[in-house]
């Protein structure tokens, strides 16, 4: 289902984790669930991820991850601050009981796809990652957002997308001890 560069990188990415007792959890707007989709499609991710939001609509976004209107008002739904809420709400809005030897990694993803939608200042191909830790024994969540804006037309700019989520994610999985 997903190409082979992918799939690949997904199956490093959850042997990482698995090696590093950490789980995942994915707040998807631009993709729509795929990035959980690539982690998924590889059998066994169930020990390593936890649970993925699709939160296409600013309700969602609000009502879910608990990004704030005020964040949504002032800077829009395709930008560094909903990003970080939405990497920092996937972590702590999550309904399950933390173990206190876990570590969590959360992926946000908010942009704008196309064909259409774009503006000068957020042009077709803009997306915003935020990347959300949480450790153990931690009531809060340490997040760093980035921007990219990808060529190409919604298939590509998707496939960007979920490639470069799961760069963070591998990057952030290794910075911590096996």
């Given amino acids: 289902m997903f190409p082979a560069e992918l799939s690949e990188k997904a199956e490093h990415l959850l042997q990482e984790c698995r090696d590093r007792n950490i789980h995942l959890v994915t707040a998807e707007s631009c993709t ?3 990035i959980g989709g690539a982690l998924t499609e590889i059998a066994g991710s169930s020990d390593v991820v936890e649970s ?8 969602a976004k609000t009502t879910l991850l608990g990004v704030l209107d005020a964040t949504l008002q002032a800077h829009g739904a395709v930008s560094s601050e909903t990003a970080y809420e939405m990497a920092q709400g996937a972590l702590l809005h999550h309904k399950k009981e933390y173990a206190a030897t876990d570590t969590y990694l959360s992926v946000a993803v908010t942009g704008v796809a196309g064909p259409g939608g774009g503006s000068d200042e957020k042009p077709v ?3 915003w990652f935020g990347c959300g830790i949480k450790r153990p024994a931690e009531d809060s969540a340490t997040v760093t957002t980035e921007k990219h804006i990808f060529p190409g037309n919604r298939s590509d700019i998707r496939t960007h997308t979920i490639n470069n989520a799961l760069d963070m994610l591998l990057k952030t999985a290794q910075e911590f001890p096996k």
């Fill in 52 to 59: 993925g939001y699709i939160v296409y609509s600013n309700h």
């Fill in 32 to 34: 729509g669930g795929l």
């Fill in 125 to 127: 191909g803009t997306v």
